[in-house]
Each structure stands twice: as C-alpha cells, then as structure tokens.
C-alpha cells in the first residue's frame, strides 16, 4: 500500500494562493489515480481534483474550475494542487488519496494521507 503526506498547507488572505504536494511513498505514484479532497468543519468530505496516472486527464469540481489546478510529476512521487483565488469556503482540511482503478469523485481510493489544514481569512 502507498503511504501519502501532505504538505503545503496553511493560512491565507482572500484571494491569494497556496500550493499542496501529496509525497508518496512505498509504491510507485505512476501506478495510482491520485485525488484530492476536502472537509470542513461540520461538513461532509467532497472530491475536489482528480488526475489520471499518466496527468493526461484531470478532472475538477465546479466549485473549484478555473482556480484550482491538479498536477503531478511521476519521477518525484508527487502531485500537487495549486490553489490560486482563494476564497473563505475553501477553508478545509484537505486530503490526497490514491486509487489503483480510479481517479474521480468515486475513485474508489485505497489509501489516504492524513491531510494539511487550509485556512482562508477574509
């Protein structure tokens, strides 16, 4: 099973940018559809971005298109998610999970990380 961290989180003004890396380790990255989600407070957990194991199809959530971009570069084990136009409601915990026969909302995802706080002030 891969192990997942995630790094790059933390508090921000309204409108300015974060960048998050999922570090994965003990397997292979390329094997694996990669995700990202997301929990705020008092709220159910919701897909954010998806990308495919080779990054040729991405897929995000409407909520964040046109902000948010999912990358990921095989030969460091990492994808990234870069957050530009940050708004209050982007405020989460955010997690990165993999998955060996999906990359979407459904995934499904075997492994999770245990995820980077994203705080947007306003």
């Known amino acids: 099973q891969v192990q997942l961290v995630e790094s790059g989180g933390g508090l921000v003004q309204v409108g300015g940018s974060l960048r998050l890396s999922c570090a994965a380790s003990?397997?292979?990255?390329?094997?694996?559809?990669m995700g990202w989600f997301r929990q705020a407070p008092g709220k159910e957990r919701e897909f954010v971005a998806g990308?495919?194991?080779?990054?040729?199809?991405?897929y995000l959530a409407d909520s964040v298109k046109g902000r948010f971009t999912i990358s990921r570069d095989n030969a460091k084990n990492t994808v990234y998610l870069q957050m530009n136009s940050l708004k209050p409601e982007d405020t989460a915990v955010y997690y990165c999970?993999?998955?060996?026969?999906?990359?979407?909302?459904?995934?499904?995802?075997?492994?999770w990380g245990q995820g980077t706080q994203v705080t947007v002030s306003s």
């Open positions: 003990g397997r292979t990255l390329s094997r694996y559809g």
């Open positions: 990308i495919s194991r080779s990054g040729g199809t991405r």
């Open positions: 999970a993999a998955s060996l026969s999906g990359y979407g909302p459904v995934g499904p995802y075997d492994s």
